[in-house]
């Protein structure tokens, strides 16, 4: 499995954009990038997820590389409820059938400061 | 819409014992995966169970085994706890789309906490 480095921790002011970096050098053709968050005492919770376009939802916004091989996850106004950790993970989407396997790394701690 | 829901939310066991976590699903969700998290670390895939049987697993020993019911309900057994086996448990959920492929996300539980003393 192809794998991400994120760094350990980054800080952000409440209310500004958080723009939180991921490493994929390995990446494969068929990965997708997905990223989750996980909230103190809570199990983790899907963010967003892309394969080579930019994406955004409501929660946030993916930017890609054009040669895939980072990413980036925006958070345009950090809230305190965003204090997390977040995590970037390639799924491998070839095989169908494997649909529940995601290869969790250390993540990114997020701090928001009010 | 209930989410993905565990049990026991806390439980202390001794080593040697025996242990039985439990998860219901997303409603309208047919696959269900566990994952052991210890404190300060990212989630480590155990398995994954569709259609009943265990379809992939991680690199997690047979003192763990699984089982899914036909309602989609799943239980995680762990057999002669050692001390190691203290970790956050966290069950995901998700739907195999019918011949598609899945890219969508998986609903996590917020977890059942088991400490081996």
């Known amino acids: 499995d192809a794998k991400t480095t994120q760094p350990n921790s980054m800080e952000s002011n409440e209310e500004e954009p958080v723009h939180l970096p991921c490493n994929h050098s390995t990446i494969s053709g068929t990965d997708y990038i997905h990223w989750y968050r996980q909230l103190p005492s809570q199990g983790p919770e899907y963010v967003i997820h892309g394969l080579t376009s930019n994406v955004n939802n409501r929660m946030a916004s993916l930017a890609i590389a054009e040669d895939r091989k980072s990413s980036t996850l925006i958070l345009h106004r950090a809230t305190l409820r965003d204090a997390a950790v977040y995590y970037c993970?390639?799924?491998?989407?070839?095989?169908?059938?494997?649909?529940?396997?995601?290869?969790f790394g250390q993540g990114t701690t997020l701090q928001v400061k009010p | 819409d209930a989410g993905v829901t565990q049990s026991p939310t806390h439980l202390i066991k001794t080593r040697g014992q025996q242990v039985t976590l439990r998860c219901s699903p997303k409603?309208?969700?047919?696959?269900v995966s566990w994952y052991q998290q210890a404190l300060g670390q990212g989630p480590q895939f155990i398995f994954q169970y569709y259609e009943e049987e265990e379809r992939q697993r991680g690199n997690f020993p047979d003192r763990f085994s699984g089982h899914q019911f036909p309602n989609y309900s799943s239980e995680l057994n762990v057999n002669a706890l050692l001390l190691g086996d203290s970790a956050l448990y966290l069950c995901?959920?998700?739907?195999?789309?019918?011949?598609?492929?899945?890219?969508?996300?998986?609903?996590f539980g917020e977890g059942s906490r088991l400490t081996v003393l």
């Open positions: 995901a959920s998700s739907l195999v789309p019918v011949g598609g492929i899945n890219t969508g996300e998986l609903f």
């Open positions: 993970i390639l799924r491998d989407i070839v095989d169908a059938g494997n649909t529940g396997k995601l290869i």
């Open positions: 409603s309208g969700h047919d696959t």
